[in-house]
C-alpha cells in the first residue's frame, strides 16, 4: 500500500496516511480514520522527479505529497500537472514570457500606476506556489499548535468572512523576535512572534491582521512584487527560476494608498466583525511615540507610514452604540502567544513557579 504525507488546509498539521482507491475515489487512511476523496475532486499541483503534490478542488491548502516514482494506475487517474497556470501551460512559457516582456515595456510607459492594473493579470495559481513556498522557507521556524491553528483561524473567519471562490487567508506564527505581520503571495499571512510580545490585547493584533488581508484581499501583494522586483524578474520567480528569499518578501513596502485603503478595509472589517478597533489605534499611538528610537518594532515601522495617524484614524473608527465582542478569549490568545515552543516553555516554567510559591 502507497504511503504518502496530508495536509488538511485548516491547520498546519503533518499527516502520515495510507493509500487505497476504488473505481470512484481514492482512499486516505489515517490513525484515526479512514476517508475517500473523489477522482473528479483532485489535481496535480506540482510534479518533479522526487514528489509528486496533489491538491483538491474547492480546499486551499488541501495537499498531499507522495514520494516518486508514484504507481502508474494512481498516476493514469489524475490530469497532467500544471506548473505555471492554465493559460501559461498552454501557450508555453516563452510566448508568455515574451508577453510579459512587452507588458514590461508599457509599465515604463504608464510609470507608478501601472502595478495596480497589472497585478489582476498574474494567474492566482502562481501567487499560491509561491505563497507556499515561502512560507516552506521558515522552516522549523513555524510555530505548529493545534490549539493556536484553530484560534488563528476562527480569527481570520470572523474579520473575514467566506465569499464565492475565496476561503479565509491562512495564518502562520514564526518564531522570529520581531515586530511584524506580513502578507504573502496566495493570500499566506505570516505572524512573527515579536509582534505577539509586544501586543498584550487581541483585539489590537486583529486590526493589524484585518490590515494585512486587505493587503491580500486588493492584491497590493502582488502590486508591490512587480513594483519592487520588475515584471522581468516576477516571471523568472513565479516559473521558479530563483529561490523565494522570505526574508526579502515579507519585507515589501507598499504605497501610502495601498497603506491607506488596507487601514480603511481593516477599520470597516473590525467593525463588521463586532471587535473595538480603538485597541489597535492604541497600538499605533505606542508605536507612533517610538518612532525615530531604537525599538523592537524598528522592521514595522521601516515599511508603513506614520503610526501617530493611523492610530487617530482606528480610534476614530469606533462607533458609539454598536456592540462590540473580545476577538478571541483569554484560552485562545494565550494559545497564540505561547504557540512556538520558547514560548510555550517559559510559559510551563512560570506556571510551576506560580504553584511553588
Not at 504511503?3 to 488546509?9: E, H, P, V, W
Not at 480514520?33 to 483538491?56: H, K
Not at 484581499?217 to 516559473?239: D, K, N, S
Request: hydrophobic share 40%; proline share 5%.
Amino acid at each position: 500500500m502507497t504511503r504518502a504525507i496530508f495536509y488538511d488546509g485548516v491547520t498546519a498539521d503533518r499527516h502520515e496516511v495510507e493509500l487505497g482507491s476504488t473505481d470512484d475515489a481514492l482512499r486516505l487512511t489515517t490513525a484515526a480514520e479512514s476517508f475517500e476523496i473523489p477522482w473528479t475532486e483532485l489535481g496535480v499541483g506540482d510534479e518533479d522527479r522526487q514528489l509528486l503534490v496533489l491538491n483538491r478542488t474547492g480546499c486551499p491548502g488541501w495537499r498531499l505529497i507522495l514520494d516518486q516514482p508514484v504507481d502508474p494506475n494512481l498516476r493514469a487517474r489524475l490530469p497532467a500537472a500544471g506548473r505555471y497556470g492554465s493559460w501559461v501551460d498552454r501557450v508555453g512559457l516563452f510566448r508568455a514570457s515574451a508577453l510579459f516582456a512587452g507588458v514590461a515595456a508599457a509599465v515604463l510607459l504608464v510609470g507608478y500606476s501601472a502595478p495596480a492594473w497589472l497585478a489582476p493579470l498574474v494567474p492566482e495559481s502562481w501567487e499560491r506556489n509561491l505563497g507556499t513556498a515561502i512560507v516552506g522557507d521558515f522552516g522549523d521556524n513555524a510555530c505548529r499548535d493545534p490549539a493556536a491553528s484553530q484560534a488563528l483561524a476562527r480569527l481570520a473567519a470572523r474579520l473575514d468572512p467566506g465569499r464565492p471562490g475565496s476561503a479565509a487567508a491562512p495564518m502562520t506564527l514564526i518564531d522570529f523576535d520581531i515586530f511584524n505581520a506580513a502578507a504573502l503571495p496566495g493570500g499566506q499571512i505570516v505572524i512573527f512572534d515579536g509582534a505577539l510580545r509586544e501586543t498584550d490585547n487581541p483585539d489590537a493584533m486583529a486590526g493589524i491582521l484585518a490590515h494585512e488581508i486587505a493587503h491580500v484581499r486588493r492584491r497590493h501583494v502582488t502590486q508591490a512584487l512587480i513594483r519592487e522586483l520588475g515584471i522581468g524578474a516576477l516571471i523568472r520567480l513565479f516559473a521558479g527560476d530563483i529561490g523565494a528569499n522570505a526574508s526579502q518578501l515579507v519585507s515589501l513596502s507598499y504605497t501610502r494608498s495601498n497603506e491607506y485603503e488596507a487601514d480603511g478595509d481593516a477599520i470597516a472589517a473590525l467593525n463588521h466583525a463586532g471587535i473595538d478597533p480603538r485597541p489597535t489605534g492604541g497600538l499605533f499611538r505606542k508605536l507612533g511615540q517610538e518612532e525615530g528610537r531604537a525599538f523592537a518594532a524598528t522592521e514595522f515601522l521601516d515599511s508603513h507610514p506614520n503610526s501617530g495617524d493611523r492610530g487617530k484614524r482606528f480610534e476614530a473608527g469606533y462607533r458609539q452604540g454598536a456592540r462590540y465582542s473580545p476577538s478571541l478569549s483569554a484560552a485562545e490568545y494565550r494559545a497564540i502567544r505561547t504557540a512556538c515552543p520558547a514560548k510555550r516553555d517559559a510559559e510551563r516554567d512560570r506556571e510551576k513557579a506560580d504553584k511553588a510559591e
